[in-house]
């Protein structure tokens, strides 16, 4: 049986993957064997997520009239249910699951709270919602969920007393976890940036968490850290790091709330505004889409300013208010610069000044005329391949390119096949 569970969290606590930790240990010790635990991330732009719109999934067996009442018990303990934001969910499943569909809607768009019940009653699935229930959405989806890629985060929580206090955690073996497992794990440490990634700053019982390619390489790189005394952990098999919620997109017809992949050609020079946000425009024919770069993805805004019109990129992020804001990019093509400029007077070894619109130039010391302008081509220093956010800025669900070049969709491929063959 498959037992998914979501919407337990509030911004004062909680985490759902800590309800799913304890709840595995309660199973077990009621003779439930638990074979799989499930972390399955969701449209990273949902409104109504309390922090990373997680879901958790429990691979089981036995009795599931009794997995899903030790499930119920759980929630009604931990749930932070006086928060009006958190609408727990659950949902138990034997032989048949929800379809896969509903899985992949939640996590690159958006589904209802009646359309998971349908699913919950036509998989013959035993289910609760509390208060708005909304919590099935994320509860179905988890348990519906095909991993064609996935990864592992090994979790690590705190003790319930030492909650108040801030995370113990020591920076050096943090360090030496991230030099010796890297790039099999990601997102430890950022040190470009000199931040720690792994370990949250929100009131949550998350002690610190590592992100891998497979549970042998969490676990090397958990063993290697030293920390207070955590109360349970648990290892989790996701979806983070694959782009699971990326679609292929065209410009010109991406729907709001969406992630996507476009291809497109740089068709303004990039601007940095109030805040330090870069913005670019690229474009298909005569169809345009914004781009941005925001302050937090720190350096990667250097490549982003590094642009200019006429080359062409891969763009990867989310759809929101008719601007995509950049996970990751591509830059396919960055031709020299072409720079038109005042040509020197043959005779007088002078620059020349421009003698109107549509004019041409003219030297002002013995009056020649010249009709064009000379032209020389500027080496770029932007070397073309895909450039990402740093750890510290990247999505749960983003994958870093130390997994290897992202695998693109077939319409991007013919878009760019004609002008690369190193992708
Ligand atoms: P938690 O640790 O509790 O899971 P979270 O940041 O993951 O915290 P939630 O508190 O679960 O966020 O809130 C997200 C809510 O949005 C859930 O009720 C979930 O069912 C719902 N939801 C998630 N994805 C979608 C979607 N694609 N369409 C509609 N609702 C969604």
Same mark, same amino acid.
């Given at each position: 049986?498959? @037992?998914?569970?979501?919407?337990?969290?509030?911004? =004062?606590?909680?985490?759902?993957?800590?309800?799913?930790?304890?709840?595995?240990?309660?199973?077990?010790?009621?003779?439930? *064997?638990?074979? !799989?635990?499930?972390?399955?991330?969701?449209?990273?732009?949902?409104?109504?997520?309390?922090?990373?719109?997680?879901?958790?999934?429990?691979?089981?067996?036995?009795?599931?009239?009794?997995?899903?009442? %030790?499930?119920?018990?759980?929630?009604? =303990?931990?749930?932070?249910?006086?928060?009006?934001?958190?609408?727990?969910?659950?949902?138990?499943?034997?032989?048949?699951?929800?379809?896969?569909?509903?899985?992949?809607?939640?996590?690159?768009?958006?589904?209802?709270?009646?359309?998971? %019940?349908?699913?919950?009653?036509?998989?013959?699935?035993?289910?609760?919602?509390?208060?708005?229930? #909304?919590?099935?959405?994320?509860?179905?989806?988890?348990?519906?969920?095909?991993?064609?890629?996935?990864? !592992?985060?090994?979790?690590?929580? #705190?003790?319930?007393?030492?909650?108040?206090?801030?995370? &113990? &955690?020591?920076?050096?073996?943090?360090?030496?976890?991230?030099?010796?497992?890297?790039?099999?794990?990601?997102?430890?440490?950022?040190?470009?940036?000199?931040?720690?990634?792994?370990?949250?700053?929100?009131?949550?019982?998350?002690?610190?968490?590592?992100?891998?390619?497979?549970?042998?390489?969490?676990?090397?790189?958990?063993?290697? %850290?030293?920390?207070?005394?955590?109360? @349970?952990?648990?290892?989790?098999?996701?979806?983070?790091?694959?782009?699971?919620?990326?679609?292929?997109?065209?410009?010109?017809?991406?729907?709001?709330?969406?992630?996507? %992949? &476009?291809?497109?050609?740089?068709?303004?020079?990039?601007?940095?505004?109030?805040?330090?946000?870069?913005?670019? +425009?690229?474009?298909?024919?005569?169809?345009?889409?914004?781009?941005?770069?925001?302050?937090?993805?720190?350096?990667?805004?250097?490549?982003?300013?590094?642009?200019?019109?006429?080359?062409?990129? &891969?763009?990867?992020?989310?759809?929101?208010?008719?601007?995509?804001?950049? =996970?990751?990019?591509?830059?396919?093509?960055?031709?020299?610069?072409?720079?038109?400029?005042?040509?020197?007077?043959? =005779?007088?070894?002078?620059?020349?000044? !421009?003698?109107?619109?549509?004019?041409?130039?003219?030297?002002?010391?013995?009056?020649?005329?010249?009709?064009?302008?000379?032209?020389?081509?500027?080496?770029?220093?932007?070397?073309?391949?895909?450039?990402?956010? *740093?750890?510290?800025? #990247? +999505?749960?669900?983003?994958? *870093?390119?130390?997994?290897? !070049?992202?695998?693109?969709?077939?319409?991007?491929?013919?878009? @760019?096949?004609?002008?690369?063959?190193?992708?």
């Amino acid at each position: 049986m498959w @037992i998914g569970i979501d919407d337990t969290d509030s911004p =004062e606590g909680m985490c759902t993957t800590y309800l799913g930790a304890v709840l595995a240990r309660r199973l077990e010790a009621s003779g439930i *064997p638990v074979h !799989s635990l499930r972390l399955i991330r969701l449209n990273p732009t949902i409104i109504w997520k309390t922090r990373g719109n997680a879901a958790i999934a429990i691979g089981a067996g036995g009795d599931p009239d009794t997995a899903f009442s %030790i499930a119920e018990s759980l929630i009604e =303990e931990l749930a932070d249910l006086g928060c009006e934001r958190t609408n727990p969910g659950l949902v138990v499943c034997g032989d048949r699951r929800p379809p896969a569909a509903f899985a992949e809607e939640a996590i690159t768009g958006f589904c209802t709270i009646e359309g998971a %019940i349908d699913a919950c009653i036509e998989a013959g699935a035993r289910y609760r919602g509390w208060k708005n229930g #909304r919590g099935l959405i994320g509860a179905v989806a988890a348990v519906a969920a095909e991993l064609d890629d996935s990864t !592992s985060e090994y979790l690590v929580y #705190r003790d319930v007393g030492r909650r108040e206090r801030e995370r &113990v &955690v020591d920076r050096k073996t943090l360090t030496t976890a991230e030099e010796m497992t890297h790039p099999h794990t990601w997102d430890t440490v950022d040190a470009a940036n000199n931040v720690v990634v792994c370990v949250p700053h929100t009131p949550d019982p998350v002690l610190f968490g590592i992100r891998g390619e497979n549970p042998v390489w969490v676990s090397l790189a958990r063993n290697l %850290i030293e920390s207070e005394d955590p109360a @349970i952990e648990a290892l989790f098999e996701t979806n983070q790091g694959t782009d699971a919620h990326l679609l292929p997109g065209m410009i010109g017809s991406l729907e709001d709330g969406r992630s996507y %992949i &476009v291809v497109g050609t740089v068709s303004t020079h990039p601007a940095t505004g109030i805040g330090g946000h870069v913005s670019v +425009r690229i474009s298909d024919r005569d169809l345009h889409l914004t781009c941005m770069a925001y302050e937090p993805v720190k350096g990667f805004r250097e490549i982003i300013r590094a642009l200019a019109p006429g080359d062409r990129i &891969v763009a990867c992020g989310s759809y929101r208010n008719n601007t995509l804001n950049l =996970e990751k990019c591509c830059i396919l093509d960055a031709p020299p610069l072409r720079i038109a400029e005042a040509p020197i007077c043959p =005779e007088c070894a002078r620059k020349m000044t !421009s003698a109107g619109t549509r004019k041409g130039y003219k030297c002002r010391r013995c009056g020649k005329r010249e009709e064009d302008p000379a032209v020389r081509f500027e080496e770029r220093h932007l070397v073309p391949g895909w450039y990402e956010v *740093p750890p510290s800025a #990247r +999505r749960h669900l983003a994958r *870093p390119l130390c997994r290897g !070049s992202p695998p693109l969709p077939d319409n991007v491929v013919n878009l @760019i096949s004609d002008q690369v063959d190193w992708l």
